[in-house]
């Protein structure tokens, strides 16, 4: 897992490559709950690439904060994230033309050459690959948050 924090005006900026599931687990872990635009979801085939601006939770500053015994206000910072090696992407409950709908990541998930992105309400972007290659970047500053990320206990 390659893992770079770089200062940018006294803020942490994350970047992190995905090549197998155990780089996948981590790279779910600081993606979760991100929330995307359809409109900011770009497949381009003939690069075999998917590419989106996402918003993504800094849950590692919460799990900082609870480690120093610190409270800190929640953020959300804008991230690429790009997919490489894709030779298919299908949809489950998403209308990619309704550009202005938002998207809420609950997991990645691998098999079978296969790589599912779970949001919620049961929408799902199943992509095709060759092999896990995914690299999320943060490329603007953070900003404030009142929201925390909540899911529903399941029994």
């Known amino acids: 897992m390659k893992r770079v924090f770089q200062q940018k005006n006294c803020a942490n900026n994350l970047r992190l490559q995905a090549n197998s599931l155990d780089d996948l687990k981590v790279l779910s872990t600081f993606l979760q709950d991100f929330i995307v635009q359809v409109a900011d979801i770009l497949y381009i085939p003939s690069q075999k690439r998917v590419i989106m601006v996402l918003k993504r939770f800094r849950w590692e500053i919460i799990k900082t904060a609870e480690t120093i015994g610190k409270q800190i206000g929640f953020q959300r910072c804008l991230c690429g994230l790009m997919i490489e090696k894709v030779k298919y992407m299908q949809t489950q409950r998403i209308d990619m ?3 202005s709908k938002f998207l809420n990541l609950l997991i990645f998930f691998e098999s079978d050459q296969r790589l599912d992105l ?18 999320a970047k943060d490329i603007r500053e953070s900003w404030p948050t009142t929201l925390l990320p909540k899911h529903e206990e399941t029994s």
């Open 97 to 99: 033309k309704d550009r």
């Open 118 to 135: 779970q949001f919620s309400d049961s929408k799902t972007i199943r992509l095709g690959v060759d092999t896990l290659k995914l690299t």
